[in-house]
């Protein structure tokens, strides 16, 4: 990867307030760049004889790439939900119609879903960033009803004698036992949500439960998560932790921490249970103690080959998101670096260095899927545009009200 020299200093003297642009403005010009982005991939799309297929998602674009490479929306894609829901924060950014309704469209193939036995955790994912942000905007009452019934489909990977969701049924065989991902806690928020709205409090206990399971089993003694945690289906017990995507069972895979602080902000907001608030600081200053002089991650933080291993701008998103809430619940000198922090990552993200610009119409480069298999390395992926937009409207509002 070669990343171009960041200007740091220019950080400094944003955050110090004392020459110009501001935060503010930054954030304002950034998003108005997500908008063009968003304009060039909707004409991709549509640059086809037949128009623009609303199955097939943005999904990456690869360092070698300058087009989107799409995917089918099937239940195996897990990725399929963000592009629609980039797509609903592009209409919130800039309430134009024409967006509004190729979201709707574009939402509108992952209806099958909310009707579709499990096929894993994901549905989270799939759903709450597509219908979840498309109901939160609109109220339209259909969209309602497929994120309740979707949380109802969710809930069935609940194990009670393990009080966790298993995350990945098709892999119960390898890992030998019932398997929960650090991903999963993102897909919590689903189901808190459907509990608050008709769905039943069991979902809310389940969320709960997982959340528990989870911080008590899937961290080490320095707050550093293990990527994928094994329980024994007839005891609960944990028998094994180890990685999936990470560099080792024992290295801190960077966007598995980012998912650890964006889930645990979430079960502190939907609770209100200060262990939890602790929690996620921990999993929090964790993450921060580990990043490099401009913010954004090696892909995992104990890559040998760091500083020449890949980053992963995806983790600098989902973590500036996760920060835009968490900063307003903790004290405020806590708050105010957790606020210079995710404005230092937006920052580095809104440069040269990490903006695809004018050579691909995604938001952003150099993000990491999935390394050891040789998957998404350095390259745009659309989960990272989502957590991007996501974090700059977030801090845009807040940044608004003083
Ligand atoms: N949920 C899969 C990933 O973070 O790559």
Redesign the pocket.
Known sequence: MKLKNIAITSFACLTLGSCQPQPWDEVGTSLAYCHRQVERTLAELGNHESGTDYTLMPRNIADTASVWHLRKATKEE?CAGFWPGVLWYAYEHGNNSAIRQEAERFTASLEFLSHTPAYDH?LG?LIFCSYGNGYRLTGNPSYKQVILDTADTLATLFNPTVGALLSWPRHVKDYGGHNV?M?NMMNLEMLFWAAKNGGGKHLYDMAVSHADKTMNHHFRSDYTSYHVAVYDTLTGERINALTH?GYADESLWA??QA?AIYGFTVVYRETGDQKYLDFAQQVTDAYLAHLPEDGIPYWDFDDPRIPNAPRDA?AACVVASALAELNTYVPEEKGNQYKEQALKMLHSLSTDAYRSGEQKPSFLLHST??LPAGSEIDASII?ADYYYIEALLRWQKQLKNG
């Open positions: 897990w994901d994912f991902i991903d995507q966007r598995g998912w995806s899927g999935n989960y």
